[in-house]
């Protein structure tokens, strides 16, 4: 018989300071709180200096083209509300369509895995070109970035409550841990996701479309295969969005596993 069971973080992630509200799927185990408890304050005190990305000018209305000197673009990771990404796979070349006038994060990686930062500045511009690794760009603009990678194992902790809790927390900081792939095609109102041999995490934007003030709850996003839910902000003005992590069992993986 398998065995489902629940539990609460309230927390403040880096970077961001909301009430955030998870949930296990039913038994309240004090062993598991004490543990997400020093999950939330390792993020609320994060050791890690930030490094911002290099900004560029972008148009707000035409398609913006962004390429790497010999290299293929393979991955983008980006805030589906605020662009749209089009991919060109046999140049390995991006064209980018900003949504807003707010600045947007766009993490790219190449075909060797190396991966660029850059920040874009939506302006009432003609489209523009960025070619990173280009002579005519500032050699900081060209420069790598390393994706931030999670410091603890998921798939090595002791038991599956440590290995959720683990995941959520690299969810929340945008890190990538080892033995997981990161991808932002992850289907409707998905941001990114998280995926390894046994388990998935997803990044999810949920927006209070209604005229009043909503106030979310974790089973309204459980369905099955699920193992938690956390919500970085549960109540929700009209317009108002927030982010919402779940983390789930990989049943891809393991319905291959029980084919004979």
């Known amino acids: 018989m398998k065995h489902h069971w629940t539990y609460s973080l309230i927390a403040s992630f880096c970077a961001y300071t909301f009430a955030a509200q998870a949930g296990m799927a039913p038994e309240n185990d004090p062993a598991i709180d004490a543990g997400v408890w020093q999950t939330i304050d390792s993020v609320k005190n994060p050791q890690a200096k930030s490094q911002s990305a290099p900004a560029f000018a972008v148009s707000l209305t035409g398609p913006n083209r962004i390429a790497v000197t010999d290299k293929k673009i393979i991955n983008a990771i980006y805030d589906a509300t605020q662009l749209d990404v089009q991919t060109d796979s ?46 005519k760009i500032k050699r900081e603009f060209s420069r790598p ?3 931030k990678t999670f410091s603890q194992s998921v798939e090595s902790a002791p038991d599956l409550d440590m290995k959720v809790t683990r995941l959520i927390r690299a969810l929340a900081r945008d890190e990538l841990p080892d033995g997981f792939h990161a991808t932002n095609r992850c289907g409707k109102n998905c941001i990114k996701s998280l995926t390894s041999d046994t388990l998935l995490g997803r990044v999810l934007i949920h927006k209070n479309t209604s005229s009043a003030s909503v106030t979310l709850e974790e089973k309204f996003f459980y369905e099955a295969g699920v193992l ?33």
Do not use: H
Request: aromatic content about 8%; charged content about 20%; cysteine-free.
């Open 145 to 147: 970035y390393l994706q």
């Open 228 to 260: 938690a839910v956390s919500i970085e902000n549960a109540s929700l003005n009209p317009k108002e969005s927030t982010r919402v992590f779940i983390v789930s069992k990989n049943n891809s993986n393991l319905l291959q596993e029980d084919r004979p």
């Open 90 to 135: 046999m140049t390995g070349q991006i064209f980018i369509f900003p949504k807003s006038q707010d600045p947007i994060a766009l993490f790219l990686t190449t075909e060797d895995k190396e991966t660029y930062a850059l920040t874009l500045i939506p302006q009432s511009i003609r489209s523009q070109e960025i070619v990173l690794g280009a002579r």
